[in-house]
């Protein structure tokens, strides 16, 4: 990830329903929601939680795939990733242990 990309992810995420939307999506990894629920959960109109979906999309950090007429929309886990690497690459100036306590919060159940 560059930087122009990581400032595309960060703005997408440098709002309240989108970034809402993002956590909404990680914690329903791997299955995803459609965007019916998604909008219900959020209580936001399904009309502008399409738009904020679709500037996560483009910024790298939601993917879709439509079913029928239902689209289910999925954390991009690459693209976070990417995200995470890059804001911490430079981390800890060469001092691995550091970073341990950060590794540690980030390692899943």
């Known amino acids: ?3 122009k990309n990581a400032l595309d992810a960060l703005a997408a995420l440098s709002q309240e329903t989108r970034l809402d939307a993002f956590r909404l999506l ?8 459609p965007a019916g629920e998604i909008a219900r959960d959020l209580q ?13 999309s483009r910024a790298g950090l939601v993917t879709s795939e439509r079913h ?3 689209i289910q929309y999925r954390a991009d886990v ?10 911490a690459k430079d981390c800890c100036q060469g001092r691995p242990e550091l970073c341990e ?8 159940c």
């Not at 990680?26 to 929601?33: A, N, S, Y």
């Not at 690459?78 to 804001?87: P, Q």
């Open 101 to 108: 306590p950060l590794l540690a919060e980030l390692t899943c």
């Open 26 to 33: 990680v914690r329903h990894e791997p299955d995803g929601l």
């Open 78 to 87: 690459d693209g976070l990733r990417a995200l995470m690497l890059f804001l």
């Open 68 to 70: 029928s007429r239902v």
């Open 44 to 56: 936001v109109p399904a009309n502008t939680l399409s738009t904020h979906l679709a500037i996560l």
């Open 1 to 3: 990830m560059d930087s």
